[in-house]
RNA sequence: GGAUCUUUGGCUGAGUUGGUCGAAAGCACCGGUCUUGAAAACCGGCGAGGGUAACACCUCCCUGGGUUCGAAUCCCAGAGGGUCCA
């Protein structure tokens, strides 16, 4: 969420700041309107509750010492009703606040590139050299298949299209992936934890997947529960509504779980293979930092990512988003693109966000500044998607005859010397 | 699934015949005195959110309702935890 105070303080300034995301500035003043409206709401029922205290003290006094209550009685019971109805009309205009507030996305850094879509990313540098082939590279589904690692039909009998099943080799390539970067991260200080995949809708509020893009998630029937989309949200939420000590900070973690989508804008797009999946695993990494050292912890985490795919062998570029590409809750992106030989491009394999104290702000996640609490600032980034990153191995690794080389840093986690 | 107990500030833990309780006490923490320095001792401060120039004031004792002029304290429902039964 956006600092209320700092929009009725600074109207103008960040009014042309979201406007980059396209939030309507009427839209912004509608909003403003409101906080200050709330805040009318709340002074005019906290008065009343005020006089309403002290006539309740001033009962007790006139019980005890026996006096006759019965005009003060009359007063109170007046007063009583004044206060439903404020209480009400401030209940209403906290209720409209919010509807407007928690669907206003975090305002872009000032570095972020303005753009439509992801044509406009700004390329930052490209990391090893694609491989040449001296036959026609293989698409990943083709090369998965043929040698047997993962079956896509099967994946659909089970459940429903976009699952798959990953055998043998491609089962064990799996879980060594998912070794391999936890163990890298825990290198680079990223402190391993294991949470749940289902959490609550306050959960989702708190990283910002809703209410905005319930359609995106899967639910649990009859339950506020829901499958998570990303570990960003357990690991995020971890400190959601409290007020972390300073020296604890920054508080760099990471995670292997399942993430679940919905995927309901994409229907046509990546239809075969395992680009887009409903389910697949992501070893995530986030971040409860400090404001002051959140840009350092930024470049940090794309180094993490980055040099991950390098120990791997993998190309890959690094994009800056544009404002249009830019995700709900960030401020600033940077994605990592792996190069597919078989696609003749480069494809989303992590993307590292920045989302300052927007999170913070909506999860109530402080630290204690010296004297007085402060919102932290929340970073999250991939390390790695591995369904991708298998898609990269198989495509980047293959041979003229279709079996796949493994990396080498892999070799320890596959029992290869 | 059934029965029963329980849920208080960073922690431990008082407070359940409703009013003077935002909440005793201890620990932890911060500041000071003392000390070459530290410890101990002593003095002071010390929950959060909103609000104010600063006060005042409002809200919060698991959550949501209710009773009452007034609830941490009473009632109902729910959630978490413990114990017993199944």
């Known amino acids: 969420m956006i600092d209320l105070k700092q929009l009725q303080k600074d109207f103008e300034n960040i009014s042309k700041k979201l406007k980059r995301k396209g939030v309507d500035e009427a839209l912004l003043a509608e909003l403003k309107a409101k906080f200050e409206e709330l805040k009318v709401a709340k002074t005019n029922f906290e008065t009343l509750q005020a006089a309403q205290n002290a006539m309740s003290k001033e009962f007790g006094i006139y019980k ?99 699952f798959s099943v990953a055998f043998g080799m491609g ?73 972390l000590k300073a020296e604890e900070l920054p508080k760099k973690m990471t995670a292997h779980t399942s993430c679940f989508r919905e995927e309901a804008g994409a229907a ?56 249009g590409d830019l995700g709900f809750s960030a401020a600033k992106t940077v994605d990592l693109e792996v190069w597919l030989p078989g696609q003749n491009t480069y494809r989303e394999i992590s993307s590292v966000s920045n989302t300052r104290d927007f999170q913070a702000r909506r999860a109530k996640i402080r630290y204690k500044d010296g004297k007085k609490n402060t919102l932290v600032h929340t970073l999250n980034g991939s390390s790695l998607a591995v369904g991708r990153t298998m898609v990269a191995i198989m495509e980047n690794f293959q041979k003229e005859d279709g079996t796949i080389e493994i990396p080498k840093v892999l070799h320890p986690y596959l029992g290869m010397s």
């Open 64 to 162: 005890r010492e026996g006096k006759d209550i019965s005009e003060l009685k009359a007063r109170v019971d007046e007063n009583k009703v004044k206060i439903a109805e404020a209480l009400e009309i401030q209940r209403q205009k906290q209720e409209e606040l919010e509807k407007i507030a928690m669907a206003i996305p975090n305002i872009p850094d000032d570095d972020v590139p303005d753009g439509e879509d992801e044509d406009d990313n700004v390329e930052i540098k490209r990391v090893l050299t694609p491989p040449t082939f001296d036959f026609t590279p293989k698409e990943h589904w083709e090369l998965a298949e043929q040698n047997g690692w993962i079956d896509f039909e099967r994946g659909v009998k089970l459940a429903t299209s976009r």
């Open 171 to 243: 089962a064990k390539l799996e879980r060594a992936l998912i070794n391999f970067m936890l163990d890298f991260n825990a290198k680079r200080g990223f402190g391993e934890v294991s949470v749940p995949e289902i959490v609550n809708r306050r959960a989702l509020e708190g990283t910002g997947q809703l209410p905005k893009f319930e359609d995106d998630l899967y639910k649990i029937e009859g339950a506020e529960l829901y499958l998570i989309p990303t570990a960003e949200v357990p690991l995020t939420n971890l400190y959601q509504d409290e007020i």
């Open 268 to 323: 046509g797009r990546d239809t075969r293979g395992m680009i887009r999946q409903h389910q697949f695993h992501k070893v995530e990494l986030v971040t409860i930092a400090k404001p002051e050292e959140s840009d350092a912890i930024f470049d940090e985490m794309v180094a993490c990512a980055s040099d991950m795919l390098t120990a791997l062998e993998l190309p890959h570029r690094l994009v800056t988003l544009c404002t």
